[in-house]
Antibody, heavy 122, light 107 residues
């Protein structure tokens, strides 16, 4: 069973960069069947897919955030990370890391971290 | 982006009831649809993928049907632990999108 754990600052100032790391256990960020993803949820709101990184290093980002996002991985630590620049209060949310598993027939997000609340405030 | 519209947004039901939640996609997504459950303060939990395949460990009272643009999640014989918010998610086209959620409350 893959387990994920987010870590990073819970408070970020406006205009600065939000940085979160997701530590993976029970699986590998080098696995070819997995896409390592980020999803966020603003307080009282729904879920928004942010993007993913694949073991090859390829990424796919939500166009609504693409200009400000960077997702990277560190296979030596079995971690992947999210950077979101120029944050505003609208970026205040719980950020989840998740594993998207794909087989030849379909894909699904079967493992999620517990979530990390990041508040943007001065 | 593909829009997913869930109905209803709120649902009140009793233990033992059978409930159905609908998810409609703004364009066809084959069977690339998943359902997840979220309880307050917790991460989403995958229930169903590929529209109708039950995730390992999920009780059989949960079932999903549909393809193309219309999908349903049915919960038979509601249990106290089923009261939560349910989301559909399409994994057919990037960016992946979620429905707005259906909050299932105890009557």
């Amino acid at each position: 069973q893959v387990q994920l754990q987010e870590s990073g600052p819970g408070l970020v100032k406006p205009s600065e960069t939000l940085s979160l790391t997701c530590s993976v256990s029970g699986g590998s960020v080098s696995n070819s069947s997995s896409y390592w993803s980020w999803v966020r949820q603003a307080p009282g709101k729904g879920l928004v897919w942010i993007g993913y990184i694949y073991y090859t290093g390829s990424t796919n980002y939500n166009p609504s955030l693409e200009s400000r996002i960077s997702i990277a991985s560190d296979p030596s630590k079995n971690q992947f990370s999210l950077k979101l620049s120029s944050v505003t209060a609208a970026d205040t949310a719980v950020y989840y890391c998740a594993r998207e598993f794909c087989n030849p027939l379909t894909c699904y997000m079967d493992s999620w971290g517990q979530g990390a609340l990041v508040t943007v405030s001065s | 982006d593909i829009q997913l519209t869930q109905s209803p947004s709120f649902l009140s039901a009793s233990v033992g009831d059978r409930v159905t939640i609908t998810c409609r996609a703004s364009q066809g997504i084959d069977s690339y649809l998943a359902w997840c459950q979220q309880k307050p303060g917790k991460a989403p939990k995958l229930l169903i993928y590929a529209a109708s395949t039950l995730q390992s460990g999920v009780p059989s009272r949960f079932s999903g049907t549909g393809s193309g643009t219309e999908f349903t999640l049915t919960i038979n014989s509601l249990q106290p632990e089923d009261f939560a918010t349910y989301y559909c998610q399409q994994l057919n086209t990037y960016p992946y999108t979620f429905g707005q959620g259906t909050k299932l409350e105890i009557k």
